[in-house]
């Protein structure tokens, strides 16, 4: 049985390690520290970490004066207000700028679970990924959380990083993490599955179960959203019979977008998208709303037998 | 304690703002484009500020102890542009480049620009930049200053209370806000528009040292500057009352000049009064 993390407590545990070796890491949140697990660098580093209240905009707009006094930057708070609520100054102050500063976002996606609709970010990746440089990783696992961390923390520019609420599987074997170089975490030569984040899990289960009806699923984790590996991308619409993309987001804006993109533009092959289709989400059980938004294995595996079909 | 300031200092800022205003004409004339009143409204202001108050090197501009200073209303900045050039952080000729491709002088501020450290120009969040610069002072034990210059309709957007609360929060007293109030925004009157009264109240609601002045009197805005240097424990914001569109007399109080630049008989009309 895989390990089970949640991602914000390596996030946490990550911004240590990261305080301790870089006296420029400043750590921001907004009254959700104990949620997004900041509250771990504020009790080692108080003088490096602010509290800013309930105040999102404000946030942004004051990491990039710390940044633009050459601070590293991390800050944090739910998804849904990180991206939507303060959108404008993320753009103007901090990506304009192409400051240091990486905003780390927890509670992402549908699986935020019983909370509802107000506080599950579902489009997020799209409002972040429409933005001039900004760089985007949606790491599949805990160990991949802190690979990220790093990564962001070590790479200049902006950066969004995207976590999700509850504990996800560590997934074995997955290779070293590169920046902007997606994972095959399985070969196949009939259909790709393309997915990041926790639907990662739900792929390989998929093409297990694929396997044992004779057919071969490559699955790809796509860590990395910006700078895409548009190289892995074309490999799969060349040498596979389609794609399928799953995500725990719109369709529209996203990684089935950012894959349509390369494909449309290369090599047209057929694209089939499991993401949420013009709706919001709803208070439920991860498990039931995964069920209930087709973004489970089996949803997977019927998308990728339409393709071989 | 105020320091008296003696006429020829004075007399050498007046002289200072009015070549400050003529270069704002001349630019937007050029440029066609551009925001002439809010520029001349705080152009004494920030005159003052940069000639006197400031502690920074046109030839360093990223000396860490520099003082900060950051224009919230980023519309305004062919007067930072004028201030700039003239204290050579840039040859003065590049004005007439202002709004073209290519620029190192955009529509609005733009770290292309030596001097600027942060892009502004969508409203309300300059007072936070300003927060996130005292902060970095405070981690890294700098005594440097931090200046922000606000518009009043600007105020109207709630970034700024946030800031507001959150500087007086950490009692930022290196941040003083510079408050432009001509009482005029792009529809027409603030008090018409969108009540800002009272003004005062709000900000020493908010814990914040607030300074009342003529913004258009230079030893009042030296002695303001200095008011709010020697205020401990809290941030200070100078609320200056100045007249938009000021030194030109057809531009002042006139709404249509927030945004539109003078055409050449203007411009030629605007420098003879400001000679």
């Known amino acids: 049985m895989a390990e089970l993390l949640y991602q914000r407590d390596v996030y946490g545990k990550t911004l240590i390690e990261l305080g301790k070796e870089n006296k420029d ?6 009254d959700l520290s104990s949620s997004t697990r900041t ?33 590293t930057v991390f800050v944090s708070t739910f998804a849904v207000f990180a991206t939507g609520r303060a959108w404008d100054q993320v753009r103007t102050s901090i990506v304009c700028n192409n400051f240091n500063i990486k905003i780390v976002a927890t509670h992402a996606g549908i699986t935020v679970g019983p909370d509802g609709s107000s506080h599950q970010a579902i489009e997020d990746i799209t409002l972040m990924r429409i933005l001039p440089n900004m760089n985007i990783i949606v790491p599949c696992d805990g160990p991949q959380t802190r690979d990220a961390i790093f990564a962001a923390s070590k790479t200049k520019g902006p950066f969004y990083v995207r976590l999700g609420r509850v504990k996800v599987p560590t997934i074995e074997n997955k290779g070293e993490f590169k920046l902007g170089l997606a994972q095959v975490l399985k070969e ?24 044992k009806k004779g057919i071969k699923a490559r699955v790809i984790n796509m860590h990395t959203i910006r700078p895409l590996d548009t190289r892995v991308i074309l490999d799969c619409a060349v040498s596979t019979k389609g794609i399928v993309v799953c995500e725990e987001h719109t369709v529209i804006g996203g990684l089935a977008s950012a894959v349509n993109e390369v494909v449309s533009e290369n090599k047209p092959t057929k694209v089939l998208r499991l993401g949420i289709k013009n709706r919001f989400g709803q208070s439920g059980e991860p498990a039931d709303l995964l069920k209930e938004y087709n973004l489970t294995s089996n949803d997977i595996e019927k998308a990728a037998s339409l393709i071989v079909s | 304690m105020k320091i008296d300031y003696s006429d020829k200092q004075i007399k050498e800022l007046e002289d200072k703002a009015k070549k400050i205003r003529r270069l704002i004409i001349l630019m937007l004339a050029k440029a066609c484009s551009g925001h002439p009143g809010g520029s001349l409204s705080s152009a004494d202001l920030i005159t003052a500020l940069f000639f006197n108050v400031l502690r920074h090197n046109p030839k360093d501009p990223s000396w860490p102890d520099r003082d900060r200073f950051h224009m919230s209303k980023g519309h305004c900045c062919p007067l930072w542009y004028a201030v700039l050039s003239e204290l050579g952080y840039f040859p003065q000729e590049k004005i007439f480049t202002l709004r073209q491709m290519g620029s190192m002088l955009q529509g609005h501020p733009d770290r292309r620009t030596p001097g600027v450290e942060v892009a502004s120009g969508s409203l309300g969040q300059g007072l936070s930049v300003c927060l996130g610069m005292s ?36 009692k930022c007293d290196n941040i003083c806000a510079i408050l432009d109030y001509n009482g005029y925004q792009i529809d027409g009157k603030t008090s018409e528009v969108m009540n800002l009264e009272p003004v005062v109240g709000k900000w020493q609601a908010f814990g914040w040292h ?28 100078i609320i200056a009352h100045t007249i938009k569109g000021k030194g030109v007399s057809f531009m002042e109080n006139v709404v249509d000049f927030h945004g539109r630049a003078p055409t050449q008989e203007e411009a030629e009309i605007a420098l003879k009064e400001l000679e």
Not at chain 1, 45 to 69: D, T, Y
Not at chain 2, 210 to 234: D, F, P, R, V
Request: proline share 2%; charged share 20%; aromatic share 8%.
């Open chain 1, 39 to 71: 509250g771990l660098f504020a009790r080692q580093f108080p003088e490096r970490f602010f509290n800013m209240g309930v105040a999102e905009q404000n946030m942004m707009a004051a990491a990039a004066g710390l940044a633009s006094c050459g601070k």
């Open chain 2, 135 to 170: 902060l970095a002072s405070r981690i890294d034990k700098r005594d440097y200053r931090v200046y922000c210059l606000m518009g009043d309709g600007e105020t109207q957007e709630g970034n700024i209370w946030e800031a507001a609360m959150a500087i007086s929060h950490y």
């Open chain 1, 188 to 211: 196949g030569k009939d259909v790709a599955i393309i997915t990041c984040g926790s639907m990662v899990t739900d792929a390989l289960t998929a093409a297990e179960n694929l396997l």
């Open chain 2, 210 to 237: 607030t300074i009342e002045i003529n913004g258009h009197n230079m030893k009042e805005i030296l002695q303001a500057y200095q008011e709010a240097e020697s205020t401990k424990a809290k941030p200070s914001i």
């Open chain 1, 25 to 30: 890491i400043v750590v921001m949140d907004a």
